[in-house]
């Protein structure tokens, strides 16, 4: 049986950041030119994040855009197989 991975989202990753490093959402809001209340849906994961906001969000905090992803592999990867 294989373990359950449960992955956290983009989002709640995000939001953890911001709280741990104590940086409001108006602040950011602010600095990216998203309105607060679409950043609040979006941070609280009741709207999709558009990649042109999570870039501008990265660039508003100063870290690449890598620092909230985690790769993906489909299930049905074969990790001897040759592309």
Known sequence: M???VIKMKVET???QY???KRIQQKTI???TGIPASRLN???NCRRNLKF???ELI???LRVDVNTFLEPRVPEQFDEDEDF
């Open 2 to 4: 294989k373990g359950i």
């Open 13 to 15: 990753k995000i939001k």
């Open 18 to 20: 911001l709280a741990a």
């Open 29 to 31: 809001s602010k600095l």
């Open 41 to 43: 849906l979006t941070l």
């Open 52 to 54: 042109d906001e999570y």
């Open 58 to 60: 990265c660039g508003a």
